[in-house]
């Protein structure tokens, strides 16, 4: 479909590719916007997380790396010592950790919904990936609000864990990692679903029935056969899901209340009441050098894989 | 093909996979359900239901802040859109309708940039750099969330368009060259008709994705410049009110509205194409 393949045939021809190879400057529009509105104020960033923090709020232009020294030390103020910033190191390994877990149960809950998806025929698998595609794009503060709604102590929860006599009194879950691990799940399996039936549905089912064949069980089948040929989707998946939860902003603000903060919400701190403009731009170039890496392993584990089917 | 395989066992099917995905569905739903019933409750109460009444659609509208918020969303979404679509037709054309040049990566990766980076960081980012335009030119109108709405939308509208332009024959655009048609006249009377589908889901996808916001504008906006979603995450902070309810199920149902239309634009595409 590219344009070597329509070879010039006649002088008219000529001059139209030569015509279309000025094209791209079509484009020119689209990247000023996003150089404006998105790329170029990444720079700014990057330039504010090398100085000084101002008084109030903004910064001193003068050079110091004393923003990214903060990121895992602080200085004690009565003796001058250099110890471990034990908050920080709070938040980023909570981070870390909801985001692996988000990650991890939503490949439990999506490889079997994908599965269930992809194996279902024509007007079936349209209706089930509608179904899909519904809370993938309703307003995430919609989705969050709704968990809200279910993890209240007087919420359905609750209220049906107490009917059955489970528990004599609500569980506080609201405000509580489990809480936001819960959200973030909700949130973000929808983008672990579709990524997974797309690498399903061109998976060959012969394959799997010669798999059968040669007398391997369903178990076997599934590792020895289904799972290597469906990694880039799980690989894809993971990543779509990782990355977002390790940026997540909403669900931790609404679910996790003003303790059980993220990297985003410790970022948002920064510009708001820790009036550390600096120290929130290292942050934020940091999560941004995180994001970047996983999306590069991304590039290099999908670009490894030969294609099947 | 396999139906004779089915009989005894299918290949198809793994045991509690589909235990597993009612599970999902269930999960996926019931919230959602939640908020659309208690939007229609009676009484002031999230947890009890008291009757059926309309009340809280009523209470929202009547609102003004709500009024004012509404307006607002629709208005930056309509000129987001409608810039982002726009400029993103104009980029699609540019990357496929174009000899291989050494740049295109770049570009590629510049177009997709808002998809890439945490939404979180473009919001720090836009925050400081709006902030020290508003100081030098006193300027603080709806401009600056037009525009960085705007910009994140350009990736959702550029994927389906330049997808479309992709899956077309190039044969008809050649013949209309070929035929002595202006670069202009080919564009206005072959491309852009047989690339309209993909503008418009373009376009939809673009709506809905700066209707939802919610970061970016919270970190862009100006006081007294809430939109529904900056206006919901507000009342959060106070009292869950069954309002927020009404208000949700009404953004829902619009979501809704423009993910059916979108559906059935991109499924008569792909029979066509």
Redesign the interface.
């Known amino acids: 479909m590219t344009l070597e393949a329509g070879q010039p045939r006649s002088l008219e021809a000529e001059a139209t590719n030569r015509r279309i190879r000025r094209n791209w400057l079509l484009s020119l529009p689209a990247i000023l916007l996003l150089l404006v509105g998105a790329s170029g104020p990444l720079l700014i960033v990057l330039v504010y997380s090398f100085l000084k923090p101002g008084d109030f709020s903004g910064v001193v232009w003068e050079p110091s790396f004393n923003a990214w020294f903060q990121i895992l030390f602080s200085r004690d103020i009565f003796d001058d010592t250099v110890g471990l910033a034990d908050a920080h190191l709070t938040i980023f390994w909570r981070s870390v950790r909801l985001s692996l877990a988000t990650t991890l149960i939503t490949l439990l809950l999506g490889l079997p919904t994908a599965y269930f998806i992809a194996t279902r025929s024509g007007r079936q698998r349209t209706f089930w990936l509608f179904l899909i595609t519904i809370p993938f794009w309703t307003n995430l503060l919609i989705r969050t609000f709704a968990i809200l709604e279910m993890l209240r102590n007087e919420g359905i929860v609750n209220n049906s864990l107490m009917s059955l006599g489970l528990i004599a009194e609500p569980i506080q879950i609201l405000y509580t990692d489990t809480a936001v691990l819960i959200g973030m799940a909700y949130v973000y399996l929808p983008l672990m679903v579709l990524p997974l039936y797309a690498a399903i549905e061109r998976l060959d089912f012969r394959l799997v029935e010669a798999g059968y064949d040669l007398y391997a069980n369903r178990l076997q089948v599934f590792r020895k056969v289904i799972l290597p040929i469906i990694k880039p989707g799980i690989v894809a998946g993971s990543i779509l899901v990782f990355v977002p939860s390790l940026g997540a902003y909403v669900t931790p603000r609404v679910l996790g209340g003003g303790k059980n903060m993220m990297i985003g919400n410790f970022i948002e701190l920064q510009f708001g009441q820790g009036r550390n403009w600096p120290l929130g731009s290292s942050l934020s170039i940091l999560l941004l050098l995180i994001v970047m890496a996983a999306l590069l392993f991304y590039v290099r584990a999908s670009s490894r894989e030969e294609p099947h089917g | 093909m396999?139906e004779r395989?089915r009989k005894a066992f299918s290949?198809?099917?793994?045991?509690?996979?589909?235990t597993?995905?009612m599970?999902?569905?269930a999960?996926?739903?019931?919230?959602?359900i939640?908020?659309v019933l208690?939007s229609f409750n009676a009484g002031d109460s999230?947890?009890l239901w008291e009757g059926f009444s309309l009340d809280w659609y009523a209470v929202a509208a009547q609102n003004e802040q709500v009024q004012d918020a509404t307006l607002r969303s629709l208005l930056i979404a309509l000129w987001a859109s409608g810039?982002a679509t726009t400029?993103?037709t104009?980029?699609a054309?540019?990357?496929t309708?174009?000899?291989?040049?050494p740049?295109?990566t770049l570009?590629y990766v510049?177009?997709n940039?808002?998809l890439?980076?945490?939404?979180?960081?473009?919001?720090?980012?836009?925050?400081?750099?709006f902030?020290s335009i508003k100081v030098a030119t006193g300027y603080s109108g709806l401009a600056y969330l037009i525009?960085?709405h705007?910009?994140?939308c350009?990736p959702f509208a550029?994927l389906p368009i330049r997808a479309r332009l992709?899956g077309m024959d190039?044969v008809l655009e050649?013949a209309a060259?070929?035929l002595?048609a202006t670069?202009w006249q080919t564009f206005r009377r072959v491309t852009l008709p047989l690339v309209a589908p993909g503008i418009v889901a373009g376009a939809m996808l673009a709506f809905?994705i700066s209707?939802?916001d919610?970061?970016i504008t919270e970190?862009v906006k100006s006081a007294g410049q809430d939109t529904l979603?900056t206006y919901?995450?507000g009342q959060?902070r106070r009292a869950?009110t069954p309002e927020?309810n009404a208000i949700?199920t009404a953004?829902?149902g619009l979501?809704?509205l423009l993910?059916t239309a979108f559906?059935i634009l991109t499924?008569r595409n792909d029979k066509s194409a």
């Open positions: 396999a395989v290949v198809r099917r793994l045991p509690g996979f589909t597993v995905t599970i999902c569905f999960a996926l739903y019931a919230p959602i939640v908020i208690y999230v947890a810039i400029l993103a104009m980029a054309l540019g990357t309708r174009t000899a291989k040049f740049g295109s570009i510049l177009i940039q808002p890439m980076v945490p939404e979180i960081v473009t919001a720090v980012a836009l925050l400081i750099f902030a525009l960085a705007a910009a994140f350009v550029y992709e190039r050649i060259a070929d002595y670069p809905v209707l939802d919610v970061i970190f979603p919901m995450l959060l869950v927020v949700s953004l829902l979501t809704i993910l559906f499924g």
